[in-house]
């Protein structure tokens, strides 16, 4: 449990490295009214994250992430497989180092200038998209997700 954490690691870096090109070339091409939407966010950066993060941040990487290269049958930890051992489904499992508002936080510290200047609400979740590069999403199965969100507690 504890390389999936580890910067050094194998898993760590391998799956950042193909989740970087994976990003890359899906903002590249991808339409999502998220990262189109152009409607304003005003105010402190805390309460932009908040809001944010409480919805539309949600939603873009259940959309962003639910394709051919995050589906599998595999658990990129125990190699159990889909089905086998009380394994009812592989699942994206976040990396424990950042939550999504941490790295909502990151896409902002790059964007904000001040509490009324208007920061394109797509234009921070394509930051937040962006940010994933030092954030893997792992392909873990339901029994190594649970222990490793169970974990950082």
């Not at 991808?30 to 809001?51: F, P, Q, V, W």
């Not at 921070?124 to 962006?130: A, E, G, M, N, S």
Request: charged share 25%; net charge positive; hydrophobic share 30%.
């Amino acid at each position: 449990m504890d390389k999936l954490n580890d910067q050094k690691s194998e898993i760590f870096q391998k799956t950042l490295e193909e989740q970087g090109l994976f990003i890359r070339n899906r903002l590249a091409n991808i339409k999502n009214r998220y990262l189109n939407d152009t409607m304003g966010c005003c105010g402190e950066k805390e309460g932009i994250a908040s809001h944010l993060n409480n919805g539309p941040a949600q939603n873009l990487i259940l959309t962003f992430f639910s394709c051919k290269q995050y589906k599998t049958d595999i658990c990129v930890l125990c190699d159990g497989i889909k089905g086998q051992g009380g394994i009812r489904q592989i699942q994206r499992a976040h990396c424990n180092l950042y939550s999504r508002y941490d790295l909502l936080a990151l896409a902002l510290d790059d964007l904000y200038i001040d509490s009324t200047t208007p920061i394109k609400s797509g234009d921070i979740l394509k930051k937040f998209i962006q940010k994933h590069d030092i954030c893997p999403i792992y392909m873990l199965c339901n029994l190594c997700h649970n222990k490793y969100d169970n974990k950082k507690n």
